[in-house]
């Protein structure tokens, strides 16, 4: 039997649409952590085990150890006295930073109704994508003007601020009953999706692949298929498998993955791809990057605000992909006659699109799921992002090198003993260094290369418009 104190990890999911004082300070408190753990942009392998702990034992415990790690962790990087102890530090601080991201958004799914979490929702998604922005132009001046330590020790006042309000503000639930922490379940997808992070990362090696550029793959594939196996049997799986019977959270952790291919896959390429053609420093393309954030936040609370009014939220996703499959057709006329402003407006379009997605799919599969397991399916879509990220590195870049290496096949003789790596090897520098109409042609078969890409892409964001079709146009309902 279930004995809970009187104060619950949040309020009841009747609350009013109001919230009280104290739910808008957890709220905050949520939105700062998460803040704090896009800076560092920690890889998300240890989610499903903060998700469902989150789930056994309430949110507050669960987050504030979260939150110590990551300051722990923050603290010796700062102090690093050598390579070796900063690895091990930032190995700590990815440790505690991992749970942030899911259990601030299962925060959010606890404080609030079904349909009101889709307002709140929207207002992190903003904070996920202004501090994306952020994160580097803060990390360059406090490295230029403290130092490189200071990129992490500036973490411990937020941090101790945000521990402290949500140490008194967050309510407790402790019961009587007890778990069984699946961990070998939990160790099993933490191998199999760091394998497949980490695959996707090593295939941009330069050198080509070697024996770990096929082992990773296998080692996934393993490590997967013995975490299924894990699940049917264990007794508190960290990932409920009877989650996919239901078609909402089937349909979008299939669309999360394929998202996280076609948006956060595509950053990489994209920078390379305009620094190139234009010539301009990574600081400058940087701020092409701008527009895309300043969109998504605009878009990511409108559409919040307009779940949270109506209740519907099918024409979003499904609206997002159209519009991502057709800039990706646009960027097939883009080459290094296109103006900077053009590039700029296609990247706010590029927003627009993850602006109706991202925390869209967030409450999707929150409102599709009972509530005792809002941080298994939150760590599910984080995790379906993080695989869907690091595939889109891997199988993009693959299709961008085989389309490069036969546009370099067909490069006149005077330019391919200029680039004795072929197009492959053509860096923004080097681009720049080209007799005029040499680099023309190099160009023009440059993006030619990456035309193929992009239709590979395209291709992809249709693919996912078509799943997002499937879903089922339910209404949320105002109350849980």
């Given at each position: 039997?279930?004995?809970?104190?009187?104060?619950?990890?949040?309020?009841?999911?009747?609350?009013?649409?109001?919230?009280?004082?104290?739910?808008?300070?957890?709220?905050?408190?949520?939105?700062?952590?998460?803040?704090?753990?896009?800076?560092?942009?920690?890889?998300?392998?240890?989610?499903?085990?903060?998700?469902?702990?989150?789930?056994?034992?309430?949110?507050?415990?669960?987050?504030?150890?979260?939150?110590?790690?990551?300051?722990?962790?923050?603290?010796?990087?700062?102090?690093?006295?050598?390579?070796?102890?900063?690895?091990?530090?930032?190995?700590?601080?990815?440790?505690?930073?991992?749970?942030?991201?899911?259990?601030?958004?299962?925060m959010i799914g606890e404080l609030f109704?079904?349909?009101?979490?889709?307002?709140?929702?929207?207002?992190?998604?903003?904070?996920?994508?202004?501090?994306?922005?952020?994160?580097?132009?803060?990390?360059?001046?406090?490295?230029?003007?403290?130092?490189?330590?200071?990129?992490?020790?500036?973490?411990?006042?937020?941090?101790?601020?945000?521990?402290?309000?949500?140490?008194?503000?967050?309510?407790?639930?402790?019961?009587?009953?007890?778990?069984?922490?699946?961990?070998?379940?939990?160790?099993?997808?933490?191998?199999?999706?760091?394998?497949?992070?980490?695959?996707?990362?090593?295939?941009?090696?330069?050198?080509?692949?070697?024996?770990?550029?096929?082992?990773?793959?296998?080692?996934?594939?393993?490590?997967?298929?013995?975490?299924?196996?894990?699940?049917?049997?264990?007794?508190?799986?960290?990932?409920?498998?009877?989650?996919?019977?239901?078609?909402?959270?089937?349909?979008?952790?299939?669309?999360?993955?394929?998202?996280?291919?076609?948006?956060?896959?595509?950053?990489?390429?994209?920078?390379?791809?305009?620094?190139?053609?234009?010539?301009?420093?990574?600081?400058e393309v940087g701020?092409?990057?701008?527009?895309?954030?300043?969109?998504?936040?605009?878009?990511?609370?409108?559409?919040?605000?307009?779940?949270?009014?109506?209740?519907?939220?099918?024409?979003?996703?499904?609206?997002?992909?159209?519009?991502?499959?057709?800039?990706?057709?646009?960027?097939?006329?883009?080459?290094?006659?296109?103006?900077?402003?053009?590039?700029?407006?296609?990247?706010?379009?590029?927003?627009?699109?993850?602006?109706?997605?991202?925390?869209?799919?967030?409450?999707?599969?929150?409102?599709?799921?009972?509530?005792?397991?809002?941080?298994?399916?939150?760590?599910?879509?984080?995790?379906?992002?993080?695989?869907?990220?690091?595939?889109?590195?891997?199988?993009?870049?693959?299709?961008?090198?085989?389309?490069?290496?036969?546009?370099?096949?067909?490069?006149?003789?005077?330019?391919?003993?200029?680039?004795?790596?072929?197009?492959?090897?053509?860096?923004?520098?080097?681009?720049?260094?080209?007799?005029?109409?040499?680099?023309?042609?190099?160009?023009?078969?440059?993006?030619?290369?990456?035309?193929?890409?992009?239709?590979?892409?395209?291709?992809?964001?249709?693919?996912?418009?078509?799943?997002?079709?499937?879903?089922?146009?339910?209404?949320?309902?105002?109350?849980?």
């Amino acid at each position: 039997m279930t004995v809970e104190q009187t104060l619950p990890d949040a309020p009841p999911v009747e609350a009013q649409a109001r919230p009280d004082l104290t739910t808008l300070i957890v709220y905050f408190g949520a939105l700062v952590a998460m803040f704090m753990a896009t800076i560092d942009m920690q890889i998300a392998a240890v989610s499903p085990f903060y998700g469902k702990l989150g789930d056994m034992y309430g949110r507050k415990n669960v987050v504030l150890t979260a939150i110590g790690l990551f300051l722990l962790g923050s603290l010796v990087c700062g102090m690093a006295w050598s390579m070796e102890s900063l690895i091990a530090a930032r190995v700590l601080q990815g440790i505690g930073g991992g749970g942030l991201m899911v259990s601030a958004f299962a925060m959010i799914g606890e404080l609030f109704s079904p349909r009101d979490r889709a307002k709140y929702q929207g207002y992190s998604s903003a904070v996920f994508a202004l501090s994306s922005v952020l994160g580097p132009l803060a990390g360059g001046y406090i490295t230029s003007l403290f130092g490189w330590r200071w990129v992490f020790l500036v973490n411990l006042p937020i941090g101790i601020i945000v521990l402290a309000v949500l140490a008194f503000a967050m309510r407790s639930r402790f019961n009587e009953k007890r778990h069984r922490i699946d961990y070998l379940g939990g160790a099993l997808l933490a191998i199999g999706t760091t394998a497949i992070v980490y695959w996707g990362y090593h295939v941009l090696d330069p050198n080509g692949p070697d024996l770990i550029t096929f082992a990773l793959p296998l080692l996934a594939v393993a490590a997967i298929t013995l975490f299924v196996m894990v699940e049917r049997r264990a007794e508190e799986p960290i990932v409920p498998l009877r989650l996919f019977g239901n078609s909402t959270v089937s349909i979008v952790s299939g669309v999360s993955l394929v998202a996280g291919t076609v948006t956060l896959g595509m950053f990489f390429y994209f920078a390379l791809y305009m620094q190139t053609l234009t010539g301009l420093s990574p600081a400058e393309v940087g701020f092409l990057f701008l527009p895309a954030s300043l969109t998504s936040m605009v878009i990511s609370i409108v559409a919040g605000r307009v779940i949270a009014a109506t209740g519907r939220y099918k024409w979003m996703p499904v609206v997002a992909m159209a519009i991502g499959g057709f800039l990706m057709l646009g960027f097939v006329l883009t080459n290094q006659h296109t103006p900077i402003w053009v590039l700029a407006t296609m990247m706010a379009v590029f927003g627009i699109s993850m602006g109706l997605q991202f925390q869209v799919l967030i409450v999707a599969i929150q409102a599709a799921a009972p509530l005792q397991d809002i941080g298994a399916v939150t760590s599910l879509i984080t995790q379906a992002r993080t695989l869907g990220a690091s595939l889109g590195l891997a199988l993009n870049g693959a299709v961008m090198i085989w389309a490069l290496n036969r546009q370099t096949s067909e490069l006149p003789t005077e330019a391919a003993v200029l680039l004795p790596q072929g197009l492959n090897g053509l860096t923004p520098h080097l681009a720049s260094s080209l007799p005029g109409a040499i680099r023309e042609v190099v160009l023009d078969h440059y993006s030619s290369g990456f035309n193929v890409m992009f239709i590979w892409v395209a291709a992809l964001y249709f693919v996912a418009m078509g799943l997002t079709l499937l879903l089922e146009d339910k209404e949320i309902p105002k109350r849980g």
